[in-house]
């Protein structure tokens, strides 16, 4: 089974960048569509970006399309997810998930993910 780690997670200021990386072990990341979600203190974790097994597909919450770009290097084992011009709504604890897909499926729901990180915490001051 594919375990995942995230990592890259910190406190920041408002309008400033900041990557997240997502390394996955136990097995290849290809086969699985990938997807970030984020839960905000007091409130349900969300669908933020979500990417196919060969990245062609790309999905994005309105809240952060535009602003940030998830990404795949199925060669490095690896899903990243860079945030530009970040909010103080953006603060949240940040989640890698994977399912096992087929070619172009891409999920917006929690419920079909069945790999997932431990997250990683940003925080946006504004």
């Known amino acids: 089974q594919v375990q995942l780690v995230e990592s890259g997670g910190k406190s920041v200021q408002a309008g400033d960048s900041l990557r997240l990386s997502c390394a996955a072990s136990?097995?290849?990341?290809?086969?699985?569509?990938m997807a970030w979600f984020r839960r905000a203190p007091g409130k349900e974790r969300e669908f933020v970006a979500t990417?196919?097994?060969?990245?062609?597909?790309?999905e994005y919450a309105d809240s952060v399309k535009g602003r940030f770009i998830i990404s795949r290097d199925n060669a490095q084992n690896t899903v990243s997810l860079q945030m530009n011009s970040l909010k103080h709504e953006d603060t949240a604890v940040y989640y890698c998930?994977?399912?096992?897909?087929?070619?172009?499926?891409?999920?917006?729901?929690?419920?079909?993910?069945?790999?997932w990180g431990q997250g990683t915490q940003v925080t946006v001051s504004s």
């Open positions: 990417i196919s097994r060969a990245g062609t597909v790309r």
């Open positions: 998930a994977g399912y096992f897909a087929v070619t172009g499926e891409v999920s917006y729901a929690v419920s079909r993910y069945s790999r």
């Open positions: 136990g097995g290849l990341l290809s086969a699985y569509a």
